[in-house]
């Protein structure tokens, strides 16, 4: 067999077979197809698609290019079952919806990503907690998984290697937004955790990496369709990225709200829906829960009893961080030192936020990457954020900006209020979950 040939019968709109597939993927792990046969397959896939099996390979085969997770010596007496996003701004549902999924009796071994461009990443939230480890061995992250129910961390080298070098050459031949690419892309790695269940809530709105709900819903359809076919029962909800979905933006920012919504301090309500939503299915899927209404039962005891909030303070604890952090937190988590309201310029009522922008406003005080490499200020972020329909005015601000020093702040507060437009009249509002596929 030659990459050539594979290349050739896929720009010819032929449907590969497994053995093809395998090939070409065992290739691009060991380094026997070069970049540039990389680059050309990945266009070829990009304008002729491919069918579902062999969707179901590719990823399969990109899922055992490293390690899979085998939990069988484990004897955990419960289903192990992730959540996935397809990312947004003003996220943090996985903080959450780990541990409650966790205290209602699941397996949860979450590895989670970095933000990139506008979007935050769970990891760099996490990295807002002292000494919290996000990158253990794989031995220690199942063993806390086992202990604790949830252990959330980074990508490990060991996890789906030909998902990197094949993600790193489409990020630089404009392949990135091939839905079958996509959906190998996501769930190799998703998968190789070991799952039976997941959850994926796939954003849709112009803060979203699919901007249309059609093309959200394509790629919900095929990630469902992929996990199922590899044997992991899976549904999608395609959920609003129209505006931020919580209080807060940035990493400390957006860990203190995950506290408060964990301890009952607050919960905002578009985060608490989809959270809810999620984690419901994430019970449904794994038959924890056999209604819906039993789910949303569960989850609500294991909040209201704080069984939820107490483990995540274990999962902290075993990941490296402080022991009294749920208790202590506000002592552990950075604070910026400028802290300023941002008003309108003239009162009227939110009607739409660039959601892309948004982020970018976070990403300029120093709380995101342009580049991978960049280091980022843990503190600094947005907070108090009006969503769409708030009569903002000089007594109701826009939001809080939390800054570095106060000429980010002041950039900070012109960007922000050029990502949001005003109405004289209460706007419509868009729905919060549009609808979940199963
Ligand atoms: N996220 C991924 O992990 N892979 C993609 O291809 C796109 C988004």
């Not at 949303?296 to 999962?315: T, W, Y």
Request: charged fraction near 20%.
């Amino acid at each position: 067999m030659l990459p050539q040939e594979i290349i050739k019968a896929k720009r010819d709109g032929k449907t590969l077979t497994r053995e093809q597939i395998a090939f070409f993927v065992k290739g691009i792990s060991n380094g026997n197809v070069t970049d540039g046969q990389v680059a050309a397959f990945a266009m070829s896939v990009y304008f002729n698609g491919m069918a579902m099996p062999e969707r179901v390979a590719l990823t399969e085969e990109m899922m055992n290019s490293g390690t899979v997770l085998n939990w069988d010596s484990f004897n955990l007496g419960g289903p192990i079952v992730d959540k996935h996003s397809t990312g947004g701004v003003s996220d943090s549902v996985s903080l959450m919806l780990g541990p409650m999924v966790a205290a209602c009796g699941g397996y949860v071994p979450m590895i989670a990503g970095r933000g990139l461009g506008h979007t935050g990443g769970t990891l760099d939230k996490f990295e807002s907690i002292p000494g919290y480890n996000i990158q253990p061995d794989l031995a220690d992250f199942q063993r806390i998984v086992k202990d604790v129910g949830v252990a959330i961390i980074g990508q490990t080298a060991d996890l789906a290697p030909a998902d990197k070098r094949f993600y790193s050459i489409r990020d630089v031949t404009a392949t990135v937004d091939s839905i079958p690419l996509i959906t190998a892309s996501i769930l190799s790695k998703k998968l190789s955790a070991g799952l039976e269940a997941l959850a994926m809530d796939v954003k849709t709105g112009n803060g979203a990496f699919m901007t249309s709900l059609e093309d959200s819903r394509a790629l919900a359809s095929s990630i469902v369709a992929v996990a199922n076919g590899a044997g992991v029962r899976t549904s999608a909800t395609i959920t609003d990225m129209n505006e931020a979905l919580g209080d807060t933006a940035g990493n400390a920012t957006e860990m203190r709200e995950a506290i408060e919504y964990l301890t009952g301090v607050r919960r905002n309500p578009r985060l608490h829906q989809v959270t809810m939503t999620l984690a419901i299915q994430m019970l449904l899927l794994s038959g924890i829960a056999a209604s819906k209404e039993e789910a949303k039962a569960k989850l609500n005891d294991v909040l209201d009893s704080g069984r939820a909030a107490e483990i995540f303070g274990k999962m902290v604890h075993a990941l490296g961080g402080p022991s009294d952090f749920l208790e202590n937190w506000q002592g552990y988590l950075p604070k910026a030192p400028v802290v300023m309201p941002v008003y309108a310029d003239s009162p009227g009522y939110i009607a739409e936020v660039s959601t892309r922008d948004l982020g970018l406003v976070v990403v300029s005080l120093g709380g995101g990457r342009t580049n991978p490499a960049d280091n980022i200020d843990h503190a600094v972020g947005l907070s108090e954020l009006a969503p769409i329909g708030t009569f903002v005015d000089n007594n109701r601000p826009i939001a809080m900006i939390h800054a570095r020093d106060e000429v980010s702040a002041i950039a900070a507060s012109v960007e922000l209020k050029a990502s949001i437009g005003l109405s004289e009249t209460l706007p419509e509002l868009d729905p919060v979950v549009y609808e979940t596929l199963t």
